[in-house]
């Protein structure tokens, strides 16, 4: 929209103007800063750790010296497995929501309860995680557990991409193939879930950054403050790169002795979040191209 | 029949993607269920510390003490019996360490083997003793009768100004300071981020052309994905010690440091849903105002504002809401100290906090377990009342277009 210049316009409400347009310009780009100066300090104090030995080897001497190899290894573990979890059921459940569910008192309850799941705190999924897989269901400290609660955590954020994604296309489509006889399920599973995809993975790239970096839910599910070997099997406990990053930055033997490991730590989250977000985005850039030259 | 079987498999299909969309609905469910079952169960708990008995002689008239009385007693603020309704005779404090003080060794046995005999004797002899020692040198015949404590009710779980889970010999389990932390927490940081999250907003929206929003975008986007651990070690290096100095503090660990981290980390929910507010404003209200001779802002604030205010209330609802459930960030850098805060300057703790702090030392399905999910209940209402206003909100705008 332009605006073109009233020349009636008087001084004061031209001043006015001015002032409230510079100090929410000045506002915007302090929220700028505080992301620059916060990015900017881990990277500045982090990148100077990472070497080769410290993303291969095991942590040595109090977790002073060495590396975060095993810490590495567990997030790993708990983002497949997460999302082994959370992706199939969060996809089948958001095409139920848009393409099945009848608009009503169901779909709005269904819809309210997953922006409930949404909306609790990651301690809470922690002690649910504790009371009914590590303990009722018996799993105990394992990456099982651990995987399940953070399936769980990222559930609604699946859930949501998926209708986003499908309610994005247009009707036509369906129409279109419902009329060539094809059943609802064909038209969803070889016409609208093809289209919807690129849009769903980005939503579950995202969600990655997202599990790699919840501390709260994996406390009390699976993760190990220090093991010395990698993981076998799906009941083992694992280090994660989070929880590392809180033991040895607050409760470590020697905190300031392991504050380098720790701005590594630091710096290895960051960089996910980074290369996730730039992934999301080339991925959204790309398809979307793609989409308009057909 | 190929049609039948074709109908089968659709029909088959259909009831699995009802499964799966009934699973977020059911884990909610199921959350209530194990929470509640755990956080309940304190209700019906002695909040005698673990293992530990308290007892008086046999003509001493008090069959019952609150846990804040006993607690009261040991700390020598209530020192005799008449405050707690018993004769009028000062009360004699007794810990298992000051057996010696009654008895020499040879007494006792050499593995304490004639300790539960002694203890009776002793508060046999003793008409103002209180004594408080382990379960295990209760001996069958014991001459005095155990105080009986009465129940952690709701009001004094709720009421109550002290939180000292694990202290002997009477466990005090007040939350208030807790809540209140959490609350003191989050309305500092809504304080800070509505402000700076409205002024983004109102800038992107309406103010900023297209390119200064599409940098904008992958600001807040990042600003959303850095793990709250990280956030928490930030402030943990950089805020904390800058706290410290500028206010010239013992500690930097204060309620400040983690209203100003949460603050930030509430900053993108607000952008987020402020700005969708703000971009469903009609053109055609927009239009108009600007054709009646208003400026620029004078739209902004008398037309967009008051036409997406749901939408920026939501917005801090939602704000608060993340705040009141950050975990990570704000056990490391309030500084956990449970007392009510009286400025911003104090360390705090907060609920989550101090689940996350305590849990792992809690023996299960002991008092102090039980306690801590009692806390994830609060959190957990908290949270889901949070949620259903912002759902009442968004509805009502619907109903009202």
Known sequence: MSFTSNPNLNKSKRFWQAFAFNSFRLLSFLVVAILVVILGFIIINGISVISWEFLTEMPREGMTKGGIFPAIVGTLWLVVGSLLFACPIGILSGIYINEYAKDGWLKRFIKLMTNNLAGVPSIVFGLFGMALFVNKFGFGDSILAGSLTLGLLALPVVIRTTEEALKAIDDSFRIGSLALGASKWQTIWKVILPIALPNIITGIILSVGRVSGETAPILFTVAAYFLPKLPTSIFDQVMALPYHLYVISTSGTNIEASRAMAYGTAFILILIVLLVNLLANWLRRYFGRKVKMN | ?401
């Open chain 2, 1 to 401: 029949m190929k049609r039948y079987f074709h109908n089968f498999g659709e029909r088959l299909i259909e009831g699995i993607l009802a499964l799966s969309g009934a699973v977020t609905s059911l884990t909610v469910l199921l959350i209530v269920v194990f929470l509640f079952k755990e956080g309940l169960g304190l209700f019906s708990q002695h909040p005698v510390s673990e293992g530990g008995v308290i007892v008086v002689n046999n003509q001493n008239p008090v069959k019952e003490l609150s846990a804040k009385q006993i607690k009261e007693i040991y700390d020598q603020n209530i020192t005799n019996w008449k405050e707690v309704g018993g004769k009028n005779q000062p009360i004699k404090i007794f810990r298992l360490e000051d057996i010696t003080d009654y008895y020499p060794e040879e007494q006792l046995g050499a593995n304490f083997e004639y300790l539960p005999q002694r203890l009776s004797e002793l508060v046999s002899k003793q008409p103002e003793i209180i004594a408080y020692f382990p379960e295990q040198y209760l001996s069958k015949n014991f001459q005095g009768h155990p105080i009986e404590l009465e129940n952690i009710t709701l009001g004094s779980f709720l009421g109550g100004k002290e939180w000292y889970p694990t202290i002997q010999p009477a466990v005090q389990m007040g939350v208030l300071p807790l809540i209140l932390g959490t609350l003191w927490v989050s309305f500092g940081a809504i304080l800070i981020a509505l402000p700076l999250g409205l002024a983004a907003a109102i800038y992107t929206a309406e103010i900023a052309d297209n390119k200064v929003r599409n940098t904008l975008k992958p600001v807040i986007e990042l600003l959303a994905g850095i793990p709250s651990v990280v956030y928490g070690f930030f402030g943990l290096v950089v805020l904390v010690p800058l706290i410290q100095k500028v206010f010239g503090l013992p500690v930097g660990e204060t309620a400040l440091a983690g209203s100003i981290i949460l603050g930030i980390m509430a900053l993108p929910t607000i952008i987020s849903v402020t700005d969708d507010a703000m971009r469903t404003t009609p053109r055609a209200m927009k239009e108009a105002s600007l054709a009646l001779g208003a400026t620029k802002w004078q739209t902004i604030y008398k037309v967009v504002i008051p036409y997406s205010i749901s939408g920026i209330s939501t917005a801090a609802i939602l704000g608060i809401g993340r705040a009141i459930g950050e975990t990570m960030a704000v056990l490391m850098v309030t500084g956990n100290a449970s007392v009510i805060p009286h400025t911003f300057l104090e360390p705090v703790r907060t609920i989550p906090a101090t689940i996350a702090a305590e849990l792992g030392e809690a023996p299960q399905g002991g008092i102090h377990f039980q306690a801590l999910f009692a806390l994830g209940c609060i959190l957990f209402l908290m949270t889901l009342i949070i949620n259903v206003s912002v759902d009442m909100v968004s509805a009502k705008k619907k109903a009202n277009r």
